[in-house]
């Protein structure tokens, strides 16, 4: 079915883009056949939409490829009785969404100085917008704070409330929502930077972001385990004695 042709409110809602629609097709493709597939992402498409019956708009959102190209990965989730490796999943929905990362990494560095402000800025600027749309659209993603230390090149900003995670929730589809969170980490590590997060909208009251280079002693008192509900979380680490970095 052409995405034209597909039965929601374009008026409240936005279709996906083909990033994501790439990827769900490539992760059809490697447990089906080829006429399998296509009847299989026919269906993935009439969830996708019926979905959409049930969500807030925000097709106004200046940015809506953070909200709707996740309700189709859902929404393949949902209907693949197939599925590949838990593993080979996660690469593959980050090289669709995220895969600039590694590109941008060949020329972008947190380590140093000018790029970790640049960075800062990037983030500050993402903050207002999302500031600003809050304001008309209470369901968008609601940012928590955002501050950048000059003297250690820390960056830090956190959102407690996020779309996806309210999906996730909503649906009882929380094992998939890892699948798109978890790549925040691997898309920082791209630019030779470490993700140090504690906790995330899904069991806590924020996710938190804290950025630094990945040569930062910070980095070093950190590491990163995968909790029982698959979502990759930040803990201490143990000194030899016991007790925490």
């Not at 593993?87 to 895969?99: D, M, S, T, V």
């Not at 800025?121 to 369901?139: G, H, L, M, S, T």
């Not at 995968?226 to 016991?242: D, M, Q």
Request: glycine share 4%.
């Amino acid at each position: 079915m052409k995405e034209n042709e597909l039965p929601f409110d374009r008026g409240q809602h936005a279709v996906y883009t083909k990033n994501a629609k790439k990827c769900a097709q490539s992760l059809l493709r490697r447990c089906y056949d080829e006429k399998e597939a296509a009847e299989v992402w026919e269906k993935v498409q009439l969830q996708y939409c019926e979905f959409l019956k049930d969500e807030p708009a925000l097709k106004d959102l200046k940015i809506t490829t953070s909200i709707y190209d996740p309700i189709l990965i859902f929404a393949w989730y949902g209907i693949a009785e197939k599925k590949p490796p838990r593993e080979l999943i996660q690469r593959e929905i980050y090289a669709c969404f995220f895969g600039a990362f590694d590109t941008l990494g060949k020329v972008f560095d947190l380590n140093r100085r000018f790029d970790n402000r640049l960075a800062s800025r990037i983030f500050q600027k993402a903050n207002d917008i999302r500031v600003k749309e809050i304001e008309r659209f209470p369901a968008s993603f609601r940012m928590g704070s955002c501050a950048y230390d000059k003297e250690t090149g820390i960056i830090r900003y956190s959102f407690t409330q996020c779309p996806n995670a309210e999906f996730a929730k909503r649906h009882h589809m929380e094992d998939a929502l890892p699948l798109m969170c978890n790549c925040d980490h691997l898309a920082i590590n791209a630019i030779h930077a470490s993700l140090i997060r504690e906790g995330t909208c899904l069991t806590s009251e924020c996710c938190d972001y804290c950025i630094v280079g990945d040569k930062h002693p910070l980095a070093a008192q950190y590491e990163r385990i995968t909790a029982e509900n698959g979502l990759w979380r930040s803990v201490k680490k143990k000194l030899p004695g016991g007790e925490t970095a």
